[in-house]
């Protein structure tokens, strides 16, 4: 079973911080996606990122696939209270057929005015 | 593009009764369907994957015969919850790929929330 570790779990800060979320595996992926999540809703692609080293940036969020492919990371700039959701990792694995994905626990993060 | 619509967004319904959820991909044919369900704030939990005109694959703990799945054409696969009961209650979410995708990007519903009284 492929794991996807996502840290930190919960995030509370304050609106203006900077934070970074990861997402860590010893499994190799082809592609890697992030989702954002409200509450009552299903979750919203937020990008997909399939090169190692890649880097790509959405507004004040930015998103780097690692080197081997096997952790990637978010970070937010200058957050805002409409940051506020479950942040979703999940990858696509090598070593897997089909065409599922695996799914990090999320984190859940605060954006206090 | 890639609008994926669920109904009902609520139900409630007394136990024993069965549920249907209806999941549509409005604007692309989706060859795999995906059903998941989430408890409060926590991750996504795959419950089968759903194959259109074939039997959908169940994980592991899943009970096919309590939650029936059904991928009768590229737009459409639909969850039936058989006997519920109120440890079914939860939110129930579906995702579609779209047919020819590379990436094995998931289009997710708005979810469904299932109560069981």
């Known amino acids: 079973t492929q794991l996807l570790e996502q840290s930190p779990q919960f995030l509370s800060i304050q609106e203006g911080e900077n934070l970074t979320v990861y997402c860590n595996s010893s499994s190799v992926f082809s592609s890697l996606q992030w989702y954002r999540q409200e509450p009552g809703e299903g979750p919203v692609l937020l990008v997909t990122?399939?090169?190692?080293?890649e880097v790509k940036k959405l507004k004040r969020l930015t998103f780097q696939f690692g080197d081997a492919r096997k952790d990637s990371s978010l970070h937010i700039t200058a957050a805002q209270t409409g940051d506020t959701g479950l942040y979703l990792c999940?990858?696509?694995?090598?070593?897997?057929?089909?065409?599922?994905?695996?799914f990090g626990e999320g984190t859940q993060l605060t954006v206090n005015p | 593009g890639a609008v994926v619509s669920q109904h009902p967004s609520r139900v409630i319904c007394k136990s024993g009764t069965s549920v249907k959820i209806e999941c549509r991909s409005l604007?692309?044919?989706?060859?795999?369907m995906f059903w998941y369900r989430q408890f409060p704030k926590q991750s996504l939990m795959l419950m089968a994957t759903s194959n259109e005109g074939s039997k959908a694959t169940y994980e592991q703990g899943v009970e096919k015969d309590k939650f029936l799945i059904n991928h009768a054409s590229l737009t459409l696969s639909t969850l039936t919850v058989t006997s519920a009961h109120p440890e079914d209650s939860s939110f129930y979410i579906c995702?579609?790929?779209?047919?020819?995708?590379?990436?094995?990007?998931?289009?997710f519903g708005p979810g469904t929330r299932l109560t069981v009284l």
């Open positions: 604007d692309f044919q989706a060859t795999t």
């Open positions: 995702s579609a790929q779209r047919g020819g995708g590379t990436y094995n990007e998931q289009f």
């Open positions: 999940a990858g696509a694995s090598v070593e897997t057929s089909g065409s599922r994905l695996t």
């Open positions: 990122v399939v090169t190692g080293g």
